[in-house]
């Protein structure tokens, strides 16, 4: 089996600052995910890779930069934090195609103060 | 787009009650659908898949049908258990070429004992 490792865990940062959470993957998969976690609203998509040095937006692009420059590595960056901003981050990996499942680290959750 | 619908935010049981928690889609494509269930403090894990129409996907007790004429795909359980308390996600993925995920808003269960 492989695992998805993301880090921090907790992120406190101040508002306008940015902030970079990091993905790491050993299931050899070509695709990742970044996902945003908030209540009541589910899991929406921020930006995903099919591939080393590929980037595809999602709904939640916007204030948010990603960079994929290793197969086995995903990282997101919050370009400018809004205060009280308060959510997590879900990283995932999958193979290609449409039955493939996705595979979820544990989240980094973000405070911003 | 695509979209996942759920309807439940939240339901709340008692040990033994049946389960229905209802997904409804719309999808370009021909999609597979999935359900994830997330414990606290964890990332979303699958439950099951299906990909054809008709098709039943089953796990740990739950249970649900891909029905592409009502476009649903909604989780049932017949006797639910404090151990099923969780947030449980429908998903959707469409054809090869396109890797996005769309989740609904999730369904927070709580089981009282």
């Known amino acids: 089996g492989g695992i998805i490792t993301q880090t921090p865990k907790f992120l406190i940062g101040q508002e306008g600052q940015k902030l970079t959470l990091k993905c790491q993957q050993n299931?050899?998969?070509?695709?990742m995910y970044w996902y945003r976690q908030d209540s009541g609203k589910g899991l929406r998509l921020i930006y995903y890779?099919?591939?080393?040095?590929?980037?595809q937006k999602g709904d939640l692009s916007e204030g948010y930069d990603a960079s994929r420059e290793k197969k086995s590595s995903f990282s997101l960056t919050v370009t400018s934090a809004q205060k009280n901003e308060m959510a997590v981050f879900l990283c995932a990996s999958s193979i290609s195609g449409p039955t493939g499942q996705l595979y979820f680290g544990e989240g980094s959750k973000l405070t911003v103060l | 787009g695509d979209s996942v619908t759920q309807t439940e935010g939240q339901v709340a049981l008692s040990e033994e009650d049946f389960l229905t928690i209802h997904c409804n889609y719309s999808?370009?494509?021909?999609?597979?659908l999935f359900w994830y269930v997330q414990y606290p403090g964890e990332g979303p894990q699958l439950l099951f898949r299906?990909?054809?129409?008709?098709e039943k996907g089953s796990s740990r007790g739950f249970e649900a049908t891909y029905d592409k004429g009502t476009t649903s795909f909604h989780l049932r359980k017949a006797s639910v258990q404090e151990s099923d308390s969780a947030v449980y996600y429908c998903?959707?993925?469409?054809?090869?070429?396109?890797?996005?995920?769309?989740f609904g808003a999730g369904t927070k269960l709580t089981i009282k004992p």
């Open positions: 998903a959707l993925r469409v054809n090869y070429g396109n890797e996005k995920i769309t």
């Open positions: 299931f050899n998969h070509d695709t």
């Open positions: 890779s099919i591939t080393e040095n590929d980037l």
């Open positions: 999808a370009s494509g021909y999609p597979t």
């Open positions: 299906a990909s054809r129409d008709k």
